[in-house]
């Protein structure tokens, strides 16, 4: 299984958004098209991918939000904005929930959320520009790979990071959350993962 792990220091941590403005839901759009570009290709979708979002905005940080691709889950690129304003309106306090088939949200902070992936064994990278091409790394099946919206990752959190994790690089300039997402699948993809 593959991870995604996105974090956004403003994204809002309810449902009381407008989807016909994500600019001011904390940025939402960037996690919107991170979901579409870990989930989606051209008349298909990813299996073995699961997207983390973790939400650090007003107005209950943090909130984490899991979706995978399950095949009762009747989804399309043009409804993941209502989708995750949807599973943050269902939110119970102390629980993990199933909203909707491999849709859950609870309140787990972004540094339990990378814990709780190596306590499974799953290889954890974090997106850095000095890290290790990714090209030159081999990867294995069970791997993760972090990276955060337009403001980047917490100082304090990204040095922390950077002990237990390894450093991987998708070249030298600065892509969105997006796009790095796509090369990163991309060179999955071509190494067979």
Known sequence: MKHFIYFSSKARTSGNFDVNNLMKAGRMDIAIHSIISALFLSHD?????????????????????EIK???????????????????????????????????????????????????KGVEVFILDKKGADIRKTQIHKDCAFILGDQEGLPKKE?????????????????????QTISIVNNELDRQGN
């Open 45 to 65: 979708v990813r299996k073995d991918v699961k997207v983390h979002l973790i939400f650090y905005g007003a107005p209950d940080p943090p909130k984490h939000i």
């Open 158 to 178: 990204f040095k922390r990071l950077k002990k237990t994790v390894k450093s991987i690089s998708i070249g030298p300039k600065t892509y969105f959350a997006s």
């Open 69 to 119: 691709i399950n095949p009762e889950l009747n989804i399309s690129k043009k409804d993941i904005g209502t989708l995750i304003k949807k599973i943050l309106y269902k939110y119970k306090k102390g629980e993990r929930k199933e909203v909707f088939p491999g849709c859950f949200v609870e309140k787990r902070s972004f540094l339990q959320v990378i814990d709780e992936l190596q306590e």
